[in-house]
C-alpha cells in the first residue's frame, strides 16, 4: 500500500444555476483511507440529475457543491489487504455526487471489474442507468405488459431490454426521430406528446398491467391513468411534482449485483448500449448545457485524458 498524496480536477459550483456557475478546482487528496481505493477517471457518464443538481431543482448537498454519479477508470492506489484488487486494475462504479473529477476515492466494496471488450465510454456510462433500470423492474414485480413514457434515454433503453428478457410485451415513447432506436430496443415504439392516449390505445388496445414514466410531464400522467388496468402500477423516476398523486415515484436502490448483471449483459452484447455524445472534461458546460435539454439518446459521457 502506497499512501502519496495526489492531486484531483474537480467539477464544482458555489451557487445554483445554468451551466456558468461551473468552475475547475484542483485539490489535493488526502491519504487514501483504509477499504478504500483511488482511481484516475477514464470516464464518467452524465446525468440529468447532475444538471437538475446544478440548477438548485434538488439541493442534495452544500454549496459548493461537486457532481457525478459514474465513472470507469484505473486503479492508482489501494488501501485493502483483500487480495481481489490491486493498482494498474481497470474498474467501473457509482457514488454520488463527485465522480466528475480527474481522481477520486472510493469504497472497495462498490467496484466492479471492468470487463475487457467494454470500452471505457461504455464502461463509465452505465452504472446509474442499470442499477436505476434494475429497480424500476423489482419494484413493478411479475407483469405481462408494460407502457414506458421517454425509453430513449439511459434509463429507458436499459428498462426496455430488461423486460424484454422477461418475457414482458413493452409499449415505450419516444420522439419522431428515436422510433427506430426504440424497435431496435425491443419495444413497439410510439410517438409521445398530444394525442398518446388515442395511440396507445390503437397499438395495445387492452389496458396495460404497468407504467413507468422517465419524464414527468401531463401527457405521460393521463395516458397512464387512461391505459394501465385498475390497481396496475403506475410509476415515475422523474422526481416531479405530477397532477395524479396515484403515480408511485421510484428512487434508485444502489446495488452491486444488479450492476454487475447489466455490465455482463452490455460485455456479451445481448443488450445494446448507445453512446451518442461524448465531451472532454475541460468542455463540461457545453455537456451540462445539452443534457438540460432532455432529448439524450442513450447515454452523454465525460472524458478524461
Ligand atoms: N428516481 C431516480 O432514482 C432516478 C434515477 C435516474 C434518473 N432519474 C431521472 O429520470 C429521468 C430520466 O433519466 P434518463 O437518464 O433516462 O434521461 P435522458 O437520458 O435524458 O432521457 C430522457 C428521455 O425522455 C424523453 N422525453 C423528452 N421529452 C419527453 C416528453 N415530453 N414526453 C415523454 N418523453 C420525453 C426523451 O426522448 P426524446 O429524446 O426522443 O425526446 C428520452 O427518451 C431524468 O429526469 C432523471 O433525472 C431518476
Known amino acids: 500500500m502506497r499512501t502519496s498524496t495526489m492531486q484531483s480536477k474537480i467539477l ?53 457543491q461537486s457532481f457525478g454519479t459514474e465513472y470507469a477508470g484505473v ?12 493498482v494498474g486494475d481497470a474498474v467501473l462504479g457509482s457514488g454520488y455526487g463527485f465522480t466528475h473529477a480527474t481522481v477520486i476515492d472510493v469504497p472497495i466494496a462498490n ?11 461504455t464502461a463509465g456510462s452505465l452504472a446509474g442507468a442499470a442499477q436505476t433500470a434494475m429497480t424500476i423492474l423489482d419494484e413493478i414485480g411479475p407483469t405481462q405488459s408494460l407502457l414506458i413514457h421517454g425509453a430513449s434515454g ?9 423486460a424484454k428478457e422477461r418475457g414482458i410485451n413493452v409499449v415505450a415513447t419516444a420522439s419522431e426521430k428515436n422510433q427506430n432506436y426504440l424497435a431496435k ?28 414514466d422517465m419524464s ?4 405521460a400522467t393521463q395516458a397512464s391513468l387512461a391505459s394501465v388496468k385498475k390497481g396496475g402500477f403506475m410509476g415515475t423516476i422523474a422526481g416531479r411534482k ?22 455482463d449483459r452490455v460485455a456479451n452484447g445481448s443488450f445494446l448500449w448507445e453512446v451518442s455524445r461524448s465531451y472532454p472534461f475541460e468542455q463540461a458546460t457545453q455537456a451540462y448545457d445539452d443534457i438540460l435539454n432532455g432529448h439524450t439518446r442513450g447515454k452523454s459521457v465525460l472524458t478524461f485524458d
Open 12 to 64: 464544482v459550483a458555489s451557487e445554483y444555476g445554468q451551466s456558468h456557475v461551473l468552475e475547475f478546482i484542483e485539490r489535493t487528496l488526502p491519504a487514501l483511507a483504509e477499504g478504500m481505493a483511488r482511481i484516475e477517471v477514464k470516464a464518467a457518464g452524465i446525468n440529468p440529475i447532475d444538471a437538475r443538481r446544478m440548477t438548485g431543482e434538488f439541493k442534495h448537498a452544500d454549496l459548493p
Open 185 to 212: 430496443l425491443g419495444a413497439t415504439p410510439v410517438v409521445y406528446g398530444a394525442g398518446l392516449t388515442e395511440r396507445l390505445k390503437a397499438i395495445h388496445p387492452t389496458p396495460f398491467d404497468a407504467s413507468i
Open 75 to 86: 486503479i492508482v492506489e489501494i488501501n485493502t489487504t483483500q487480495p481481489h484488487w490491486k
Open 242 to 263: 405530477l397532477s395524479s398523486a396515484s403515480i408511485h415515484a421510484v428512487w434508485v436502490k444502489r446495488n452491486l449485483h444488479n450492476l454487475q448483471y447489466v455490465v
Open 216 to 219: 414527468g410531464n401531463e401527457d
Open 111 to 121: 467496484l466492479v471489474h471492468k470487463p475487457e471488450n467494454l470500452d471505457w465510454l
Open 154 to 162: 439511459g434509463v429507458g433503453s436499459i428498462t426496455v431490454q430488461l
